[in-house]
């Protein structure tokens, strides 16, 4: 999972940097790249690759640790996707049952909000 995500960011900045789409000098250029792997279609990786929950336990010690990767929350991962998926006319998309617990969470979340709130958020223009 990681490995994926970590492969599809890095394409992002192939293409927003190798194409001249953005400025490596550009402020907020890694949360773009992020948010481009959703639009490849390879978010699913990146969201649930952003927040890693582990246990653990030995002879003597119980704990948990938390580490996050890349640049946006799961929060903001939820929404994208689901602004993705709107935009894609997707009710109940498929490849939303293959989130993480907390992403999916956000997800419906956020796709139950732009369902109720379309006039604070528009649609994209189709590309002519």
Do not use: C
Request: charged letters at 20%; a positive charge; aromatic letters at 10%.
């Amino acid at each position: 999972m990681v490995l994926v995500a970590t492969a599809a960011h890095e394409l992002g900045h192939v293409i927003l940097l190798g194409g001249n789409l953005m400025s490596r000098d550009t402020s907020d250029h890694e949360p773009m790249t992020d948010l481009l792997t959703i639009f490849l279609g390879l978010g699913i990786f990146t969201a649930n690759s952003a927040a890693q929950f582990k246990q653990f336990q030995s002879d003597r010690k119980i704990g948990w640790s938390m580490q996050r990767l890349g640049y946006l929350p799961e929060p903001v991962f939820g929404y994208a996707l689901a602004k993705f998926a709107v935009e894609r006319s997707e009710k109940k998309p498929a490849w939303a049952r293959h989130l993480s617990a907390n992403v999916r969470a956000d997800f419906k979340n956020s796709t139950r909000w732009l369902d109720e709130n379309p006039n604070y958020v528009p649609m994209a223009k189709p590309v002519a």
